[in-house]
């Protein structure tokens, strides 16, 4: 096999395990009793706990790698197999602005973000096709904090 077709299986691979890693599970349609619930209403459970003791402020920029789903397990965004993204926390939902301030660097954490946290109360450009909107009702997202600059 050609090394750039040995590259490119590789590749392909590599995404696909990433991919895998966020298979959605049974607890996508509501949390769980043990997980954090705020007074806002988002819920959130620790799936890997981190390595810092700083937390980020509600207008940090952060550094994640993240996975969203419906409460059906339709997986809708993720940016696994991809450059994690940064965001700055007062530019994302608000359950995101929220939630990510819970987390120190090297957390993984599970959010259940309803949807007055989400996109149910954000409005929609003029003219966006129905499959291109952000999904309403509760959310679920999985959200590795990497590095707050």
Known sequence: MKTAARLALALLMA????????APTDDMAAPP???????????????????GTRHPGPTAL????????????????TSVGQTPPAFPL?????????GVQLMVEGEKRRFWIPGHLAYDNMPVPEGVPEDQRPP??????DIELIRIR
Do not use: N, Q
């Open 15 to 22: 995404t696909m395990l990433a991919v895998a890693s966020c």
């Open 90 to 98: 007062d530019g994302v939902i608000p359950g995101w602005t929220e």
């Open 136 to 141: 309403k009702g509760m959310l679920v997202f």
């Open 62 to 77: 952060v550094t994640v790698h993240y996975t969203g789903w419906t409460t059906d397990g339709r997986m809708f965004d």
């Open 33 to 51: 009793a043990d997980a954090l619930r705020t007074p806002s209403g988002l819920a959130s459970k620790v799936l890997r706990v981190g390595v």
